[in-house]
Structures are given as structure tokens and as C-alpha cells.
């Protein structure tokens, strides 16, 4: 069946930096678009970003561009998300997810505070 399992999350201070990883499998990975998603403590979910089947194109949330760069590795069955210059308003539960039906893990906590 589809999986997709979330890693890499964490608690870092302010500008600091983390990587996410999104395992895939149970589906044709290399054709599917793929998105993170995330939801702030109290919040609904919302949309970071999203990649293409093959890597070539990639789109983020406005607040989130030019600190935050999703890539996939489709060898691998891998999807991920570099976040750099982290933000305390970046806390929240991160899914990686299918763009195509919403299909989402069970995502990893990135908490940001000083």
C-alpha cells in the first residue's frame, strides 16, 4: 500500500537549519507530484511546497522562498526539504504528501524557539 514516512524533523534555535526526508513507495514515485505541507500548533494544514514527477519545476509558499528548497531523488524513492534561516512562525507538524490525491505520512515536528 502507499507509504510515505516523514524524517529529520527537530527543535532548533533562530536561523538555524534542518532537512526533512520523505520516503516513498507503494506507488510509481517518478511520476508523481509531490508537496510538504505543514500545520502550525492550532492550525489548520497549509501548503509549503511542491515538485514536479521529475524535479525540474518547483513552487513555495511566498514566506518560505529563498530560505526553504524541496528536492527528490526518484532513484530513491525520496523527497525533501532543505530549510534554512528557520523562523519561529516555521514551527509545526510537516507532512510530505501526494499532489494528486492529498495522501500524507504521518509527518515530523520542527519546533523553532530560542
Known amino acids: 500500500q502507499v507509504q510515505l514516512v516523514e524524517s529529520g524533523g527537530g527543535s532548533v534555535q533562530p536561523g538555524g537549519s534542518l532537512r526533512l526526508s520523505c520516503a516513498a513507495s507503494?506507488?510509481?514515485?517518478?511520476?508523481?507530484?509531490m508537496n510538504w505541507v505543514r500545520q502550525p500548533p492550532g492550525e489548520g494544514i497549509s501548503w509549503v511546497s511542491r515538485i514536479n514527477a521529475d524535479g525540474s519545476r518547483t513552487y513555495y509558499k511566498d514566506s518560505v522562498k529563498g530560505r526553504f528548497t524541496i528536492s527528490r531523488d526518484n532513484a530513491k524513492n525520496m523527497l525533501y526539504l532543505q530549510m534554512n534561516d528557520l523562523k519561529p512562525e516555521d514551527t509545526g507538524l510537516y507532512y510530505c504528501?501526494?499532489?494528486?490525491?492529498?495522501?500524507r505520512g504521518r509527518g515530523t515536528q520542527v519546533t523553532v524557539s530560542s
Open positions: 507503494g506507488f510509481t514515485f517518478k511520476d508523481t507530484y
Open positions: 504528501a501526494r499532489t494528486d490525491n492529498g495522501i
